[in-house]
């Protein structure tokens, strides 16, 4: 199922209703099944493009699944009749150590009161939670909570957003609506008042890495993983992103196992004159895969304003909109001819990308400054569109982001554990749960979504193996080779090919010179003129294309001018001014953050927010005051 929503406590079937109609109106999603559970209610939703019920019953027990269960190496409705069968004889605490994938599942007694529920290992299937006196509702739709309940705007939560076009933690924009925890059961009862129960916590990333693991033995335990993976899902209608990188060749390197590269559909999405594109394009030709090539026509200029609306009701505005809405365009494609797409999200914690600045592994704290600084901070950032309170709040950020990552790794020795596991830990954890799970979680809505290279025991492996094997993608380019040694001859985007580099291959390896050559030149132009120059800009499509198509429309911009902001408390008159005349301007720089801008004013403008509150009167930053995103007892 693509969307669920669960609510209890007294009199709330019209509230429950009035939930249950955004899914079915605004989300265009298909209505699924609906159960009372005594003063628990209960529905599903399913994507209008097909039939993908995914609840089960037998006896008196009932399973609800949101994404996609894999259950003892079977996966969907045959996972659900497998769990199904197991929990008549063994509990559910023993039986969650079973499951993978991005999912959430409710399991009732439906001759009962309560409900258990849980969460997936990353929490990449978000499930969020909004919490009153007298209530607690639960969806796959924070949108769908916060249009009907009354929600008050959290600091924090909003700076985080425009900063970041994330929240980070368990948190969000709202003070009463949080996310449930990963790799958690719950239990929901409703009587003699609503209840939210955090009972387990049933799986952890490891802290330690392995010491008897070769590279040789790590790159065969990891392939033998994926390969378990890839025999599972090869049987689906899936189609395979394909990209000029690492992860998403890795991934077909390991279905080509199951499926000959000939019957292996792939998708890339871009302008044809990406030289990314082009490599795809050429991979295919020259070993026979079937692709799909999707680009975005002339007629996006005039399609842009719908998909930027109905992505507001996809993401429930938790991420930018205008970024979301070609991949929107790109997730419906795929749905049309496929049941399930397969991408690499996941594939940093196989490579040394995210903790490359750390020079060398060592037991020592991981520099978080420097990492929220070179991956999350890093694009240019106008703070003086902002009033004087809510600048000083964005300027925070950093801080903020901190003290949640520090919060993150608290089970971790930082002392006395090694820091690039620190920060692999950091980037599942956090990156993982809240942006790729967003992502995931927005994508499902339209066509089944998986990562492989995310699923649980693909993670604990790679978590598991000493650094010194991701260093320069040496563990993915060693799998490539093993796993499918035609993919790995063929040139990336540095020109050279996705193998190690040995006395016999060097030769293939002069066009990376040129390519580190081109890259140290960037990095001096970037520092001298302290903004970003991309390598390639022809890579993808530029965001700044994007708004300046929204802009075009009179209409549109004159609804999100100044004076029509519902959310103008947060900046200052002339800057705000100043900046929107120059944002439809080509390649203006800060279209990123005037994308977050809109996502958060359309959001607001469709919430129940309470009308008590005022930007205005939002107190100054003091970091040792910030809200804790739990809220269950």
């Not at 871009?270 to 030289?275: A, H, L, R």
């Not at 006395?416 to 799970?437: C, E, F, H, P, V």
């Not at 129940?608 to 930053?621: A, D, G, K, T």
Request: include cysteine.
């Amino acid at each position: 199922m693509a969307g669920i929503l669960i609510t209890a406590g007294h009199d709330i079937g019209g509230d429950h209703a009035r939930c249950r109609e955004h899914f079915i109106c605004k989300k265009q999603m298909g209505s699924g099944s609906d159960e009372q559970l005594g003063e628990i209610m209960l529905s599903q939703f399913s994507r209008r493009s097909s039939d993908d019920s995914n609840c089960i019953a037998g006896g008196t027990i009932g399973i609800w699944a949101v994404g996609t269960l894999i259950y003892k190496d079977r996966i969907g409705k045959s996972a659900l009749e497998s769990l199904l069968s197991d929990l008549q004889d063994s509990a559910l605490e023993d039986l969650v150590h079973h499951c993978d994938g991005p999912f959430f599942l409710a399991v009732g007694d439906r001759s009962g009161r309560s409900l258990r529920l849980v969460t997936d290992h990353a929490g990449i299937m978000n499930i969020y939670v909004y919490r009153s006196e007298t209530l607690c509702a639960l969806s796959s739709s924070s949108m769908a909570l916060s249009t009907h309940y009354p929600v008050t705007p959290d600091p924090d939560g909003v700076a985080q957003f425009l900063r970041t076009a994330n929240v980070y933690g368990s948190g969000t924009i709202y003070r009463e609506i949080t996310l449930l925890e990963p790799a958690s059961i719950y239990t929901l009862t409703a009587s003699p008042w609503p209840v939210l129960r955090r009972e387990k916590q049933y799986w952890k990333s490891p802290v330690e890495t392995r010491t008897d693991l070769s590279f040789e033995k790590a790159k065969d335990l990891l392939a033998q993983t994926l390969l378990s993976y890839a025999h599972i899902l090869s049987r689906q209608d899936l189609v395979c992103d394909f990209t000029a990188g690492f992860d998403s060749r890795l991934i077909v390197a390991a279905f080509s196992r199951h499926r000959a590269l000939t019957e292996l559909p792939t998708f890339v999405f871009g302008p044809e004159e990406s030289k990314e594109v082009r490599l795809v394009v050429e991979y295919c030709r020259s070993l026979g895969i079937r692709n799909h090539h999707l680009t975005l026509g002339g007629e996006w200029e005039d399609m842009i304003h719908d998909y930027v609306e109905r992505a507001l009701y996809v993401t429930d505005g938790e991420e930018n909109v205008v970024v979301y809405a070609p991949i929107l365009l790109a997730q419906e494609s795929k749905a049309l001819g496929h049941g399930c797409s397969i991408n690499g999200l996941g594939g940093e914690l196989y490579r040394d990308f995210w903790w490359i600045q750390e020079m060398y592994a060592s037991r020592r704290p991981a520099n978080f400054e420097r990492l929220i600084a070179m991956r999350i901070l890093q694009y240019e950032y106008d703070y003086t569109i902002f009033s004087g309170t809510w600048r000083t709040r964005l300027a925070g950020v950093k801080d903020t982001l901190k003290r949640t990552f520090l919060d993150t790794l608290s089970d971790m020795d930082l002392n006395d554990s090694l820091n690039t596991l620190q920060i692999d830990n950091l980037y599942l954890r956090q990156k993982m749960r809240r942006w790729a799970g967003r992502t995931i979680s927005s994508s499902n809505q339209i066509v089944g979504t998986l990562a492989p290279l995310s699923l649980k025991r693909c993670v604990e492996t790679a978590l598991s193996i000493p650094p010194g094997c991701k260093r320069n993608g040496r563990l993915v380019k060693g799998m490539i080779e093993q796993l499918c040694p035609p993919l790995s001859t063929l040139r990336m985007l540095n020109g050279a090919p996705c193998q190690n580099l040995t006395i016999k291959n060097a030769h293939m390896f002069l066009p990376l010179i040129i390519d580190l050559g081109k890259r140290g030149v960037r990095k001096a132009v970037q520092k001298a003129l302290n903004r970003t120059i991309l390598l390639d800009r022809s890579i993808g499509y530029q965001q700044s294309r994007f708004v300046s198509s929204l802009l075009s429309r009179a209409s549109f911009q004159n609804d999100y001018c100044y004076d029509s902001l519902l959310t103008r408390d947060l900046y200052d008159r002339g800057a705000y001014e100043r900046f929107y005349s120059h944002a439809s301007r080509e390649g203006f720089l800060y279209s990123n953050q005037l994308g977050n801008i809109l996502t958060l004013e359309m959001r607001m403008r469709r919430d129940n927010i309470r009308q008590r509150f005022s930007f205005l009167e939002v107190p100054e930053h003091h970091p040792e005051s910030r809200r804790d995103g739990l809220v269950y007892s």
